[in-house]
């Protein structure tokens, strides 16, 4: 496995390991979130989109979404704070590894590019994402949790970086 930046051949690919990776958590309040979740092609364009893929370069295994400011995908992200999105694995590798070398390349990159810190949003059901962020060394941000709908819980999690 290796990690590059998404390619235009990749973004039907990136989405759909994407939404197979969200679907277990969409509720009928989020069914139209799988459209944001499958749009991988906007990701790249507005943010920076990247994908950990099999030593073969073509099977993407999973994706995250760097979101630098001024990104339209920034949710929590304060100045001088780096933030992703939408880390995902395919179900077929989950707990390989491979959530675990995304968000490390997302530490890296903020750490070489002088950022603070880097924040992310995670539903409450994301046990495993919970505990890999832990891990990292992410804790707990509750003052910046939030609801992008109502009754749709995001959890802010925060890794100082300096």
């Given amino acids: 496995m290796h990690i590059r930046r998404a390619r235009p051949e990749?973004?039907?690919?990136?989405?759909?390991v994407t939404l197979a990776a969200y679907e277990p958590l969409l509720g009928s309040a989020e069914a139209s979130y799988s459209e944001r979740l499958r749009n991988a092609e906007a990701r790249d364009h507005e943010a920076e989109l990247w994908v950990a893929v099999a030593p073969d370069?073509?099977?993407?295994?999973?994706?995250?979404?760097?979101?630098?400011?001024?990104?339209p995908w920034r949710e929590i992200g304060f100045a001088g704070e780096g933030e992703f999105r939408m880390l995902a694995v395919a179900p077929q590798v989950q707990g390989q590894g491979v959530g675990e070398a995304l968000a490390r390349h997302v530490i890296d990159r903020?750490?070489?590019e002088g950022a603070v810190a880097v924040v992310l949003s995670s539903t409450p059901l994301m046990d495993a994402?919970?505990?890999?962020?832990?891990?990292?060394?992410?804790?707990?941000?509750p003052e910046r949790d939030w609801e992008p709908l109502p009754g749709v819980e995001l959890l802010a999690f925060r890794l100082e970086l300096a």
Avoid: I, P
């Avoid at 990749?10 to 759909?16: E, I, L, Q, R, S």
């Fill in 57 to 71: 370069d073509r099977e993407v295994l999973g994706t995250v979404t760097l979101c630098r400011e001024g990104s």
């Fill in 129 to 141: 994402a919970h505990r890999l962020y832990e891990r990292l060394g992410f804790g707990r941000c």
């Fill in 10 to 16: 990749d973004y039907a690919a990136v989405g759909a």
């Fill in 110 to 112: 903020f750490r070489e």
